[in-house]
């Protein structure tokens, strides 16, 4: 099988799994236990800790774990909506193309009385930092602006917002899920005050992520029952999971730039061939954007078919964020940056890893040129367009 869905999951590092296989039967000790099992478990959980500060040059006790990005990201916007309520400060900045576990948060506090302002982006994906600045005002008590998209791979103005926000004294959350382990991130230089991050987006575990508070930031619990995490997330840590973690990020930080070097190039192949094809278009800023990460629509076509013979090809690929795959609706992000519904349904998400080859592109290439011309010669759609009764919108 060939699998381009890495920005879904990926695969486990040979090495993350030594890494991580003595803490299921050699040192399984709580790591909150007085004895000397669980004492070696303590130490091996701050060692993790203190390598994922380091990766993002925060301080380990700016870390918490949880179990992925998804908890973080609720994590950080509920904290942060808490103290707003404290204060009577209830309004919140973000994007239209925020991942579900932001924007279904903030839709949760809109009906607790929060005022959220959601920001349009432009059409190649990227948040105008302008309007930002000026959708700003004194009740504004929190900015979410994703790192890095999940679906069209854009990466934001990240160091501009924080900016912007420090000197507003406002806290600035980034879901990093993406971009952790794929571009260089410095949480102070970058004036981020919280961050979100999963090991299953780069070579690690499922079921394991961490949040990075700044000191300083107020965060609140989710989770009672334990003094786990500073008292910040109760439940005895999942230590294998979090080792696993750590060795998966310091690899990849390791390795970044000679994998991005080559996923750089097939990445841009990758966009240069399939938008030959007849009425195709990319999605998301060609340079801006993820080196694993290519999104591009097909007129005429739905993406669902196109996935499912892609499939029967060997090639496993997605048209979006696996976490709403079952939708049946057009993806937000690609409306966001102005698909028509038509369009967004013909969406295919090609993004690669460390492990994909130059035959694995070569195959790809060579292989959904077919595939989208076969489904537009049974699609009534092309066919209506091709005989001029309806206009082509790519």
């Not at 982006?121 to 890095?148: H, P, Q, S, W, Y």
């Not at 070579?203 to 989710?222: C, D, E, M, N």
């Not at 999971?241 to 730039?257: F, H, Q, S």
Request: proline share 3%; charged share 25%; net charge neutral.
């Amino acid at each position: 099988m060939i699998y381009l869905d890495n920005a879904g999951t990926t695969k486990m590092d040979e090495q993350v799994k030594l890494a991580m296989l003595k803490f299921f039967d050699v040192e399984y000790g709580n790591a909150s236990s007085l004895h000397t099992m669980g004492q070696k478990a303590k130490e091996a959980l701050e060692s993790a800790r203190a390598d994922i500060a380091k990766a993002i040059n925060a301080e380990p006790n700016e870390i918490y774990f949880t179990s992925g990005g998804s908890e973080s990201d609720n994590q950080a916007i509920l904290s942060i909506a808490r103290m707003g309520r404290l204060n009577n400060k209830k309004h919140i900045i973000t994007t239209k193309i925020e991942h579900h576990a932001v924007l279904h948060t903030l839709e949760k506090l809109e009906k607790e009385g929060f005022d959220v302002t959601y920001l349009d982006v432009e059409k190649n994906g990227i948040v105008n930092v302008n309007k930002l600045k000026k959708a700003i005002r004194k009740d504004t008590i929190l900015v979410c602006v994703m790192f890095a998209n999940n679906e069209i791979g854009t990466i934001q103005p990240i160091k501009e917002i924080g900016e912007i926000c420090r000197a507003k004294n406002i806290t600035f959350f980034t879901d990093a899920v993406q971009a952790v382990g794929h571009l260089p991130i410095d949480v102070k230089a970058q004036n981020i005050d919280m961050l979100s991050m999963s090991a299953h987006k780069f070579h690690g575990p499922k079921g394991v992520g961490a949040l990075y508070v700044r000191r300083g930031t107020p965060i609140f619990s989710l989770i009672e029952g334990g003094a786990q995490e500073n008292n910040k997330r109760a439940g005895t840590e999942n230590l294998a999971g979090i080792v696993g973690m750590a060795t998966a990020l310091k690899i990849a930080i390791k390795e970044m730039d000679k994998t991005n070097k080559k996923l750089i190039k097939f990445r841009d192949k990758l966009i240069k061939e399939l938008t030959k094809i007849p009425h195709s278009i990319l999605n998301g800023d060609a340079a801006l954007r993820l080196a694993n990460n290519v999104n591009i629509c097909f007129e005429g076509i739905e993406g669902e078919s196109l996935l499912l013979l892609l499939d029967d090809e060997g090639i496993c690929a997605s048209s979006g964020s696996a976490c709403t795959s079952g939708s049946l609706d057009p993806s937000h992000v690609l409306l966001a940056i102005g698909r028509p519904h038509e369009v967004a349904h013909g969406s295919l998400r090609l993004t690669m890893s460390k492990y994909t080859t130059a035959d694995e592109i070569d195959k790809v290439i060579k292989t959904v040129p077919k595939i989208v011309e076969y489904l537009r010669k049974m699609s009534p759609v092309w066919d209506e367009l091709e005989k001029g009764e309806r206009k082509h919108v790519i």
